[in-house]
């Protein structure tokens, strides 16, 4: 023991004078030494302390910075020092925006967004079917800078050719329809915009925000400000659908949620039975909508509200939570009808003209919800693929119950059906018993087995835990602490926790795999090459 310490100082009294090159320079290293050395804080010049007494890894720390490739030249000399490597601090790794306005959208921190976003960032199914989210309001921005690349577009439709080319009874209906004018021609008003760049401002553009949805289809229905033209919407919607489903996707348009962020205080169903059964029917196709609660704190269930109170299962009502993750003060809620809060006061979104504005209200909090849908069907789900072609109302059902399940109780949210707010990030996990959820955990390598490949090469798999979606790194290290091989690689929250190194050409000897996840990192104690 004494011998090692000697040696650890003598490094260290080398190393302190030296010019340092562009390696690492540090006062912290860690070394593994061989198990039968065990030693303790002996030093001023050094500090020595067991980390790891199960795989018997040290923490040396010097007063001085010291350089990474001569303190490795030295400590190789010590017969029992199985690798070296620096202490470095990790940076926190999740899937962010470049969009400059990103930092005051709160609300999609909250929602836990930039975990799910490490899996998608929505625009179309892994089979590559196009997601396809229809918005029923006034009117919209369409040529909006952070949302033109967004909007759906009708391809069996010539524009402008005064023609209904694909026969549903809408003249020229390119980029959605204005239902007040049979044709696509679109008010530029701001609240269907306001409502519209929540769900898919264009993400990761270095433009504005970011929607919760990166990339996808958003279809446009304008011109909707009665019960009539909301039917007719509803409508349109179903048709496009309906086409899309028996042409096999080769018309019509994939739509999985409608967005429709107004309604009618102290009203009931039984006055408007037209509207509220166009839910059903919507589900039948798939469809799932999202409406909005009216802002106003009264009780619904005796005053009445509209599209609040319709009882169809394929609608998600929903209600406003604030910055404080609270239920605002002035709107209604429903432990019967109300489904869950989401974020809806001073949300930063679009507006008209390429500008950028605020939004309150459960207009706010209705396309969250819907984006969330629409992003949930870009999952990596095999079982939920296969719903969505044989029995495209159960996956609806499915992806609605996953949001539902998944939401962050609270009391502040007691008077919902769910008792919370949405969570996009618990409901994807919400889907691992159908879809057969990796191991979820604190990053640790579990095994490591090696195959031979007629004695010049071999294969490795490598099984591991990780609770991060982001960017992986698999590390190879031979007992001298020296790197000779690394990959970067991207777990899916319903694949395997398992990475396979192919026809790897390593000598005999002992080695070491190391697994980052840009919080930590963790180590195989050894495996031996035999070839």
């Not at 040396?60 to 190789?76: G, R």
Request: with cysteine; hydrophobic share 40%.
């Amino acid at each position: 023991m004494r011998s090692i310490l000697v040696i650890l100082l003598l490094c260290y009294n080398l190393i302190v004078g030296a010019q340092y090159s562009n390696s690492y320079v540090a006062h912290e290293w860690v070394v593994q030494f061989d198990r039968s050395i065990n030693f303790s804080k002996q030093s001023t010049a050094l500090d020595i302390e067991r980390i790891s007494a199960n795989q018997n890894i040290y923490l040396v720390t010097f007063d001085t910075a010291v350089d990474e490739k001569q303190l490795v030249s030295s400590i190789a000399y010590l017969p029992k020092a199985l690798y070296v490597f620096p202490n470095l601090d990790v940076e926190k790794r999740s899937i962010i925006p470049n969009d400059p306005l990103y930092n005051e959208q709160w609300n999609l921190e909250m929602i836990s967004l930039p975990q799910l976003w490490e899996e998608t960032q929505g625009g179309v199914t892994p089979s590559g079917e196009e997601i396809v989210i229809a918005v029923l309001d006034d009117g919209i921005d369409i040529n909006h800078e952070d949302l033109r690349n967004n909007i759906w577009i009708n391809k069996e439709e010539i524009p402008d050719d005064n023609l209904d080319n694909d026969g549903n009874g809408y003249i020229d209906d390119y980029f959605g329809v204005n239902i007040q004018e049979g044709r696509d021609e679109h008010p530029i008003l701001d609240h269907g915009t306001n409502v519209a760049g929540i769900i898919g401002a264009e993400g990761d553009n270095e433009l504005g925000i970011t929607g919760i949805n990166w990339n996808c289809k958003i279809m446009v229905l304008s011109g909707v400000t009665n019960v009539a033209e909301i039917i007719a919407g509803f409508d349109y919607v179903y048709n496009m659908k309906q086409k899309y489903l028996d042409s096999n996707g080769a018309e019509g348009a994939n739509v999985v949620v409608t967005n429709f962020s107004a309604g009618i205080r102290r009203v009931f169903p039984v006055d408007f039975p037209g509207w509220c059964s166009m839910y059903n029917l919507l589900g039948s196709v798939g469809i799932l909508s999202v409406g909005a609660t009216a802002n106003e704190d009264f009780n619904i269930d005796i005053e009445g509200d509209m599209p609040s109170l319709c009882s169809s299962e394929f609608l998600i009502v929903a209600t406003n939570s604030n910055i404080n993750d609270e239920l605002v003060r002035d709107v209604a809620t429903s432990a019967i009808h109300v489904d869950m809060a989401s974020p809806g006061d001073r949300i930063r979104s679009l507006d008209i003209n390429n500008e950028y504005g605020i939004i309150s209200g459960t207009s706010a909090s209705t396309p969250h919800i819907a984006g969330a849908v629409a992003l949930m069907y870009s999952v990596e789900c095999e079982a939920i693929l296969d719903q969505i072609a044989n029995n495209p109302a159960a996956a609806a059902l499915t992806i609605k119950e996953a949001l539902m399940s998944g939401v962050d109780k609270s009391t502040t949210y007691f008077n919902t059906v769910s008792g919370g707010r949405l969570n996009v990030y618990n409901a994807l996990l919400e889907l691992q018993p159908i879809c057969g959820l990796a191991n979820v955990g604190a990053l640790e390598v579990r095994s490591v087995e090696s195959k031979n490949n007629s004695g010049t090469s071999l294969d490795l798999v490598v099984e591991y835990v990780t609770d991060k979606l982001s960017d992986h790194e698999i590390f190879i290290s031979n007992a001298l602490g020296q790197l000779i091989y690394k990959q970067a690689f991207n777990p899916s929250v319903f694949e395997e926790r398992v990475v396979r190194l192919d026809n790897l050409s390593l000598p005999t000897g002992i080695y070491f795999i190391s697994i980052s996840n840009g919080e930590r990192v963790a180590s195989k104690s050894h495996f031996v090459i035999s070839i």
